[in-house]
Protein backbone atom coordinates (compact mmCIF):
# COMPACT_ATOMS: atom_id res chain seq x y z
CA UNK A 1 0.00 0.00 0.00
CA UNK A 2 1.52 3.11 -0.81
CA UNK A 3 1.65 6.02 1.10
CA UNK A 4 0.30 9.58 -0.01
CA UNK A 5 3.25 12.12 0.30
CA UNK A 6 1.18 15.72 1.09
CA UNK A 7 2.97 18.54 -1.21
CA UNK A 8 3.50 21.16 0.75
CA UNK A 9 2.13 24.41 -0.28
CA UNK A 10 5.19 26.92 -1.78
CA UNK A 11 4.70 29.85 -0.32
CA UNK A 12 6.32 33.30 -0.90
CA UNK A 13 6.52 36.56 1.59
CA UNK A 14 5.35 39.99 -0.21
CA UNK A 15 8.67 40.81 -1.02
CA UNK A 16 8.76 37.32 -2.78
CA UNK A 17 5.89 37.77 -4.46
CA UNK A 18 6.68 41.39 -5.60
CA UNK A 19 9.65 40.84 -7.27
CA UNK A 20 7.94 37.25 -8.82
CA UNK A 21 5.32 39.27 -10.05
CA UNK A 22 7.86 41.91 -10.93
CA UNK A 23 9.42 39.70 -13.50
CA UNK A 24 6.23 37.90 -14.73
CA UNK A 25 4.83 41.04 -15.84
CA UNK A 26 7.97 42.32 -17.61
CA UNK A 27 7.93 39.22 -19.40
CA UNK A 28 4.05 39.39 -20.65
CA UNK A 29 1.21 41.43 -19.47
CA UNK A 30 -0.80 40.54 -16.59
CA UNK A 31 -4.00 41.62 -15.36
CA UNK A 32 -4.71 42.34 -11.54
CA UNK A 33 -6.99 39.38 -11.00
CA UNK A 34 -4.03 37.53 -12.24
CA UNK A 35 -1.70 38.62 -9.79
CA UNK A 36 -4.07 38.22 -6.80
CA UNK A 37 -4.76 34.80 -7.71
CA UNK A 38 -1.11 34.03 -7.72
CA UNK A 39 -0.34 35.85 -4.28
CA UNK A 40 -3.68 34.17 -3.13
CA UNK A 41 -1.47 30.35 -3.79
CA UNK A 42 1.28 31.77 -2.78
CA UNK A 43 -0.41 31.86 0.41
CA UNK A 44 0.21 36.06 0.85
CA UNK A 45 -2.26 37.62 3.46
CA UNK A 46 -4.42 39.36 1.85
CA UNK A 47 -3.41 42.82 3.26
CA UNK A 48 -0.03 42.21 1.79
CA UNK A 49 -1.28 41.23 -1.89
CA UNK A 50 -3.12 44.51 -1.68
CA UNK A 51 -0.07 46.41 -1.21
CA UNK A 52 1.84 44.41 -3.51
CA UNK A 53 -0.75 44.97 -6.17
CA UNK A 54 -0.79 48.56 -5.10
CA UNK A 55 3.17 48.99 -6.03
CA UNK A 56 2.96 46.86 -8.99
CA UNK A 57 0.10 49.12 -10.26
CA UNK A 58 2.24 52.44 -8.95
CA UNK A 59 5.31 51.20 -10.86
CA UNK A 60 3.39 50.52 -13.96
CA UNK A 61 4.03 46.95 -14.47
CA UNK A 62 0.34 46.26 -14.10
CA UNK A 63 -2.12 48.11 -15.95
CA UNK A 64 -5.76 46.33 -16.22
CA UNK A 65 -6.93 49.04 -19.50
CA UNK A 66 -3.53 47.98 -21.25
CA UNK A 67 -3.79 44.41 -20.37
CA UNK A 68 -7.42 44.74 -21.44
CA UNK A 69 -6.64 46.09 -24.69
CA UNK A 70 -3.84 43.38 -25.53
CA UNK A 71 -6.05 40.69 -24.56
CA UNK A 72 -8.60 42.49 -26.61
CA UNK A 73 -6.53 42.69 -29.86
CA UNK A 74 -4.91 39.20 -29.73
CA UNK A 75 -8.13 37.09 -28.93
CA UNK A 76 -9.77 39.26 -32.13
CA UNK A 77 -6.73 38.42 -34.54
CA UNK A 78 -5.12 35.22 -33.68
CA UNK A 79 -8.04 33.61 -31.99
CA UNK A 80 -10.86 34.61 -33.74
CA UNK A 81 -13.07 35.45 -30.71
CA UNK A 82 -16.26 37.36 -31.10
CA UNK A 83 -17.21 40.19 -28.83
CA UNK A 84 -19.17 38.26 -26.44
CA UNK A 85 -16.49 35.47 -25.85
CA UNK A 86 -13.71 38.28 -25.54
CA UNK A 87 -16.26 39.77 -22.80
CA UNK A 88 -16.26 36.80 -20.73
CA UNK A 89 -12.69 36.55 -21.21
CA UNK A 90 -12.00 39.49 -19.58
CA UNK A 91 -14.14 39.21 -16.81
CA UNK A 92 -13.09 36.23 -15.75
CA UNK A 93 -9.50 38.13 -15.34
CA UNK A 94 -10.89 40.69 -13.08
CA UNK A 95 -11.10 43.28 -15.49
CA UNK A 96 -14.19 45.63 -14.38
CA UNK A 97 -16.79 46.46 -16.65
CA UNK A 98 -15.87 50.28 -17.09
CA UNK A 99 -12.61 49.27 -18.61
CA UNK A 100 -13.92 47.16 -21.09
CA UNK A 101 -16.63 49.76 -21.46
CA UNK A 102 -14.22 52.46 -22.47
CA UNK A 103 -11.57 50.18 -23.65
CA UNK A 104 -12.85 47.13 -25.30
CA UNK A 105 -16.17 48.51 -26.99
CA UNK A 106 -14.08 50.53 -29.37
CA UNK A 107 -12.18 47.85 -30.73
CA UNK A 108 -15.10 45.48 -30.80
CA UNK A 109 -16.99 48.06 -33.14
CA UNK A 110 -14.64 47.09 -35.76
CA UNK A 111 -16.86 46.36 -39.06
CA UNK A 112 -14.25 43.83 -40.41
CA UNK A 113 -15.61 41.13 -37.08
CA UNK A 114 -18.17 39.98 -39.87
CA UNK A 115 -15.91 39.27 -42.29
CA UNK A 116 -13.53 37.42 -39.43
CA UNK A 117 -16.43 35.37 -38.94
CA UNK A 118 -17.07 34.34 -42.53
CA UNK A 119 -13.41 33.44 -42.86
CA UNK A 120 -13.40 31.22 -39.70
CA UNK A 121 -17.20 29.95 -40.64
CA UNK A 122 -15.43 28.55 -44.04
CA UNK A 123 -12.07 27.18 -42.19
CA UNK A 124 -14.41 25.06 -39.96
CA UNK A 125 -16.22 23.68 -43.37
CA UNK A 126 -13.49 22.39 -44.42
CA UNK A 127 -12.69 19.76 -41.83
CA UNK A 128 -16.45 19.24 -40.90
CA UNK A 129 -18.47 15.94 -41.62
CA UNK A 130 -22.21 16.31 -42.34
CA UNK A 131 -25.32 14.58 -43.26
CA UNK A 132 -27.11 16.96 -45.32
CA UNK A 133 -27.05 20.91 -45.58
CA UNK A 134 -29.48 21.22 -42.14
CA UNK A 135 -27.23 19.46 -40.39
CA UNK A 136 -23.85 21.47 -42.04
CA UNK A 137 -26.40 24.56 -40.79
CA UNK A 138 -26.02 23.68 -37.01
CA UNK A 139 -23.05 22.81 -36.57
CA UNK A 140 -21.60 26.45 -38.18
CA UNK A 141 -24.10 28.17 -36.38
CA UNK A 142 -22.97 26.15 -32.83
CA UNK A 143 -19.21 27.06 -33.91
CA UNK A 144 -20.26 30.50 -34.55
CA UNK A 145 -21.69 31.09 -31.29
CA UNK A 146 -19.19 29.03 -29.20
CA UNK A 147 -16.36 31.64 -30.89
CA UNK A 148 -18.32 34.39 -29.26
CA UNK A 149 -19.99 35.80 -32.06
CA UNK A 150 -23.78 37.18 -31.55
CA UNK A 151 -26.83 34.55 -32.83
CA UNK A 152 -28.41 37.47 -35.72
CA UNK A 153 -24.66 37.86 -37.23
CA UNK A 154 -23.90 34.00 -37.00
CA UNK A 155 -27.17 33.22 -38.78
CA UNK A 156 -26.76 35.44 -41.80
CA UNK A 157 -23.30 34.46 -42.24
CA UNK A 158 -23.96 30.87 -42.59
CA UNK A 159 -26.87 31.27 -44.44
CA UNK A 160 -24.55 33.63 -46.83
CA UNK A 161 -22.19 30.67 -46.90
CA UNK A 162 -24.30 27.72 -47.54
CA UNK A 163 -26.14 29.80 -50.14
CA UNK A 164 -22.04 30.06 -51.63
CA UNK A 165 -22.30 26.41 -51.64
CA UNK A 166 -25.42 26.00 -53.61
CA UNK A 167 -24.71 28.12 -56.58
Do not use: H
Not at 58 to 71: G, M, N, P, S, T
Not at 130 to 155: C, H, M, P, W
Amino acid sequence: MEQKVERKKRTKTPEQALQTLMQQCARSERSSGDALRLMRQWGVAKEDAERVLAQLIKDRFIDDARYAEAFTRDKLRLSGWGAFKIRAGLYAKGISREIIRDVVEPLLDDTDMVDRLIASLRNKLRTLRYRDQNDLRNKLIRFGISRGYNAETVLDCVDKLIGELNT
